[in-house]
């Protein structure tokens, strides 16, 4: 069933976003080669209780980190380790958050120290897609014009697009309907409407689509070892158009900072 949220709902629910956006904001100034996942969910988990709300992921499904740090080949869902990131490493964080009864779930993928040309495209071109589906949020419109969108521009560049993994609708549970894959076809599934709030992510291989999950039962990492991307928003449509309720400002000031400080 698809719960629609009244306004003032979305606005508890922008804060919730905004908790996240923090605290990505501050993993953006502590990734860099040597620093510890482990490290940064501890930190991450202390930030999110000290903004009053509590860890989304911590416990949800037995999941037992505050953050889900997935590195190089890890698509998503990688649990935080005690190795630490090193230059030329990319990393997905994943962060959600509860607060006032609604979950705010969002994510980055940062790159640790310089990365290769390659790699820094498919970070590019995987938060583009974001955007391209985000743009597809309207009233009236499909769950299918969002795949497409993200579909289209990121196999332009010859990327592989996960198809096991999706988005999903977001409100008092983390994962609420409808679910929102990142392929797709124009004017297909569950109609889009006012008051419908999606987490969109996709999730991008440089190559091969295929992908397996490890052991730890957790970790989902692409078949042929290359490098995976992963950006999601929290997006509300409101008076007919996408209105994102999370917010990148935070991860960008804090790489602005360090891009001065290192330059």
Not at 30 to 41: C, R, S
Request: negative net charge; proline residues 4%; aromatic residues 6%.
């Amino acid at each position: 069933m698809i719960i629609l949220k009244t306004a003032e709902e979305i606005e508890l629910m922008r804060e919730s976003a905004l908790v996240v956006s923090r605290t990505l904001g501050l993993m953006a100034e502590l990734i860099e080669p040597g620093v510890t996942p482990k490290e940064l969910d501890r930190r991450a988990e202390e930030y999110i209780r000290d903004q009053g709300a509590e860890p989304g992921f911590l416990g949800l499904y037995d999941c037992p980190s505050t953050l889900l740090t997935s590195v190089n080949d890890a698509v998503v869902h990688g649990l935080p380790t005690e190795t630490p990131l090193k230059e030329g490493d990319i990393v997905s964080v994943d962060c959600g958050a509860l607060m006032n009864g609604f979950y705010g779930d969002h994510a980055y993928t940062f790159a640790v120290g310089e990365i290769a040309a390659d790699t820094r495209k498919l970070l590019d071109v995987t938060l583009e897609s974001l955007y391209k589906g985000i743009e597809q949020c309207r009233d009236g419109n499909r769950v299918g014009d969002i795949g497409f969108a993200v579909q289209v521009h990121a196999e332009r560049h010859g990327y592989g697009i996960v198809r096991e993994l999706v988005g999903h609708g977001l409100g008092r549970k983390m994962h609420e309907e409808p679910q929102v894959p990142n392929y797709g076809k124009k004017g297909k599934g569950v109609k889009l409407q006012n008051g419908m709030v999606l987490a969109i992510e996709p999730m991008i291989n440089m190559g091969t689509h295929r992908v397996k999950q490890l052991s730890d039962g957790w970790t989902i990492v692409t078949q042929d070892g290359k490098p995976s991307a992963h950006f999601e928003h929290d997006v509300a449509i409101v008076n007919g158009e996408p209105e994102i309720l999370s917010t990148f400002d935070y991860v960008e000031e804090a790489l602005a900072k360090k891009a001065g400080v290192n330059g």
